[in-house]
C-alpha cells in the first residue's frame, strides 16, 4: 500500500546532541511537510518541500533544518536539541499541483534527556 | 493569522451515545479538514468541507460546515469505543502551498 513512514519511531537523544528524524513516502507526492506537535497542543507546521523548493515557517528556530535528497525522502535534522524540543514530529505530503489533501505518517516521538 | 477554537477540549461518553465536537474559526474557512489521532501516532484524514452549507457523512460520522463558513461541527451518532482518540480541525491558511493551521483537538473517550 502506499503510504508515508517515519523513522525510527520513537527517538532518544541527549541535550545538544545532532539528531535526524527520517520520513520516506511512496505515494510519489510533490509537498513534503515537517510538523511539531508538543504534547496537548495542536501540529505546527515548522517546513515544507514543493519539489526541491524549501520553505520554512518564519518562527521555525534555526535549530531544525531538513534535506529532501530525492522525491521520497525528507529528513529533519535538529542541530542541538534542547528539552523544550521534545516533542512528536509528523511528517505529511501532499500530491501538489492544487491538491488540498495531506497524508501524515504515524509520527517519531523525540525525547531529549 | 487564522486561528481555530475546538470544544469541547475532552469528552467522555457511556457507549452508544451521540456527541458532537465544534471547530470555530476566527476568519472565514477556505476549507476545513477534520483529522483523527490516535494517542502517540499520526494523523488519519476523515473529511473535507469546502462549501458553506455542506455536510458530509462517513459511517456513523457527519461533518457539517455553516453558512457562514467560520464555524464546522463533527457529529458522532451511537459512538463505539473504536470513536476513542483526538479529533483536530484544520483550516487552510497562510502563504505556504497546503498549510494546514490546526486546532488544539478534542480528546474523546468512550467507555463500553
Known amino acids: 500500500d502506499a503510504m508515508v513512514i517515519q523513522n525510527p519511531r520513537y527517538q532518544v537523544t541527549q541535550f545538544g546532541k545532532p539528531v535526524t528524524l527520517s520520513c520516506s513516502q511512496t505515494?510519489?507526492?510533490?509537498?513534503m511537510y515537517w510538523y511539531q506537535q508538543k504534547s496537548s497542543q495542536a501540529p505546527k507546521l515548522l517546513f515544507h518541500?514543493?519539489?526541491?523548493?524549501?520553505?520554512n515557517e518564519a518562527d521555525t528556530p534555526d535549530n531544525f533544518q531538513s534535506r529532501r535528497p530525492n522525491t521520497s525522502f525528507c529528513f529533519l535534522d535538529i542541530r542541538s536539541p534542547g528539552l523544550g524540543d521534545a516533542a512528536m514530529y509528523l511528517c505529511?505530503?501532499?500530491?501538489?499541483?492544487?491538491?488540498?489533501?495531506?497524508?501524515f505518517g504515524p509520527g517519531t516521538r523525540l525525547t531529549v534527556t | 493569522s487564522q486561528e481555530l477554537e475546538q470544544s469541547p477540549q475532552s469528552l467522555i461518553v457511556q457507549e452508544g451515545k451521540n456527541l458532537t465536537i465544534n471547530c470555530t474559526s476566527s476568519?472565514?474557512?477556505?476549507?476545513l479538514y477534520w483529522y483523527k489521532q490516535k494517542y502517540g501516532e499520526g494523523l488519519i484524514f476523515l473529511m473535507m468541507?469546502?462549501?458553506?452549507?455542506e455536510e458530509k457523512s462517513h459511517e456513523k460520522i457527519t461533518a457539517k460546515l455553516d453558512e457562514k463558513k467560520q464555524q464546522s461541527s463533527l457529529h458522532i451518532t451511537a459512538s463505539q469505543p473504536s470513536h476513542a482518540g483526538i479529533y483536530l480541525c484544520?483550516?487552510?491558511?497562510?502563504?505556504?502551498?497546503?498549510?494546514?493551521?490546526f486546532g488544539q483537538g478534542t480528546i474523546l473517550t468512550v467507555h463500553p
Open positions: 505529511a505530503t501532499n500530491p501538489g499541483q492544487g491538491a488540498r489533501e495531506q497524508y
Open positions: 505515494l510519489n507526492h510533490n509537498v
Open positions: 518541500y514543493y519539489d526541491k523548493d524549501f520553505n
Open positions: 476568519k472565514t474557512l477556505y476549507g
Open positions: 468541507l469546502q462549501k458553506g452549507g
Open positions: 484544520g483550516a487552510p491558511g497562510g502563504t505556504s502551498y497546503g498549510k494546514l493551521t
